[in-house]
């Protein structure tokens, strides 16, 4: 890419959570590397939680913002540009910027208010890289039409599988090619639980209390004990990747709250491992989708992921079988995917 | 992306080998692809091989240049449009085309011819996509300033590690990230012979004959086993991906020529695999090197590939630890990896 001059964006971030404080603490981190290195200068010009929002053109301290956080008050409470009473939505609406971030936690029933966010973004012009998987698994071929209308892009390499750029290397690497089959373990909870059961032979809960304790599972893990999470990622893949409109009622859901320790046993008995798959399977002009407790022989590439490991599997037919897989400890990468996008965006304008 | 118009790219190509036959077939089978769903249409305008030349402004039949190689002929024997005695650099010179995909094979002595013929496709604003490796080790800064100056793009995710986007993986999805350290299994030959002498018991010169008689090895094996072929790559990557300016000489590089059953034994009975690794680790300011046969502990990514697959592990600051493999029974997967630079660069534009 050429680098000639510094090329200024302009950033508005929805969402300060465990993603979006991390995506705060790149802005200033990377600031130099950036810079240097791919002539960026990335500004937060406006910025929204559940207190509020804190808006100012000329730019707001991300380090501020992340110290507001540390110290459990909200965004409205930003020295001067705070303001409480004021959505996201409303940001969106008015504020000048060239990109949108929306880090806002998934919301399955309406996808609100990540998607009227994203809908307003993508129809002022903005770019939108979202990690929120509920506008896109509600209303993808919308979004994406509204993307393709205005002319802008709309990019979610951090909604699927963490910092693994799972979703680039599908759309993009595999343009060209057919897949007829796609494994992937997506969520780390539940790999993370099944893992340690086998390998350490700890219970269910005392597995779970472990994931939640080192931050990798919500203090309600429902949706990613019984599948949820996982379809809907399977859902934006099979949208992005294999051009497959699914729905999130199409897949075939089972979670893995009945996953014995004898069923863990009896498996690696027989020189296999129970991990979480979810499967896209070509059938005609369809896929078959599904999320469940797998047994897979223990020289497939997803048998051997590690308990704070997800990863995927693309089987192809010019580009043989690809795997990839991350080692991801803290949601640091997620919030770097946020990042890969940006970049992405603004570096092949 | 926005699939408005079909967009028509003229493609010169040099070298018709294992990958550039290859590639043909792809653009024969993948045209209805290309064109329903990205909206392209690759004609090809120019080939060259040893023989000569074959030039055609509305287009050669590629099914037709393929069958001349079937038959043991070069490109100078295609009806009417086929030139003996015109060189592949004097095509790139005159022909007009938007891209040159360049497939021959690697001179490390001097990258001639390919070296320049790239030179000449990026000083006429060409884009380049080249699945030959010598150019770029022997002259990567030089040919990353040219494409800067004249505009265009210069793609090489053929030349590392087959149809895996190593290339593509770090230069682009980890842009913002700062990589430590760097492992692969960058050629197929060297890990089949280590990996089937394990395996099976194979003795090292059964070994290389089957790799030879499957078509993963050359029938002078040298630049594979003594390790420059991994080499060359790591070199490739430590440019691309790393900014570091590595050059051949400064790889401490030990091929697997000497590597006994014994010595794989003794590891097997450790619990561990001897593998043919790439490794870039960060000292400071620079990187360290090498190319050697590693002994890797048995849940080290890389220690568990197959006799067919290749693979890239990146740790980082920011994205965790990245890992990628590939199964490749043939060189189509590189041949698909050409295409995607293709599809890559003229889907961006």
Chains 1, 2 share one sequence.
Request: glycine share 8%; net charge negative; hydrophobic share 45%.
């Amino acid at each position: 890419m050429t680098v000639t001059a510094t090329q200024k964006v302009r950033l508005l971030l929805i969402g300060v959570g465990n993603v979006g404080r991390r995506f705060l603490d790149l802005l200033v981190r990377k600031r130099d590397t950036l810079c240097d290195r791919l002539g960026l200068e990335l500004t937060l010009t406006g910025v929204a939680d559940t207190s509020g929002v804190a808006i100012r053109p000329s730019g707001l301290d991300a380090q501020q913002v992340v110290q507001l956080k540390v110290e459990g008050q909200g965004v409205a409470a930003y020295p001067r540009w705070g303001q409480s009473g004021v959505s996201a939505f409303e940001m969106v609406r008015t504020t000048e910027a060239d990109l949108l971030l929306e880090a806002s936690p998934a919301n399955l029933e309406d996808g609100q208010p990540g998607l009227s966010c994203i809908e307003a973004a993508l129809s002022r012009g903005m770019h939108v890289v979202t990690a929120n998987k509920a506008p896109l698994v509600l209303a993808f071929p919308r979004l994406l039409d509204l993307s393709r209308v205005h002319g802008v892009r709309l990019c979610f390499d951090a909604t699927v599988a963490g910092g693994l750029p799972a979703v680039n290397l599908g759309r993009r690497d595999l343009a060209a090619a057919d897949i007829h089959r796609l494994e992937g373990i997506l969520n780390l909870t539940t790999n993370y639980i099944l893992t340690r059961m086998a390998q350490d032979g700890l219970s269910y809960d005392e597995a779970l209390a472990q994931a939640q304790a080192a931050g990798h599972a919500e203090a309600d893990p429902r949706l990613d004990v019984e599948g949820w999470d996982a379809a809907s990622k399977l859902v934006i893949l099979a949208h992005s990747v294999l051009d497959y409109p699914a729905t999130l009622a199409e897949v075939a859901v089972e979670g893995i709250t009945h996953v014995s320790a004898e069923t863990l046993q009896q498996a690696a008995a027989e020189g296999k491992r129970v991990k979480p798959v979810a499967t896209a399977e070509r059938d005609g002009e369809h896929y078959a989708l599904s999320v469940r407790p797998t047994w897979l022989e223990a020289d497939h590439p997803l048998a051997q992921l590690g308990p704070k490991q997800m990863g995927i599997v693309y089987h192809t037919d010019i580009s043989g079988v690809i795997s990839a897989a991350i080692v991801e400890e803290t949601p640091l990468p997620t919030a770097s995917a946020l990042l890969r996008d940006v970049v992405d965006i603004v570096s092949s304008q």
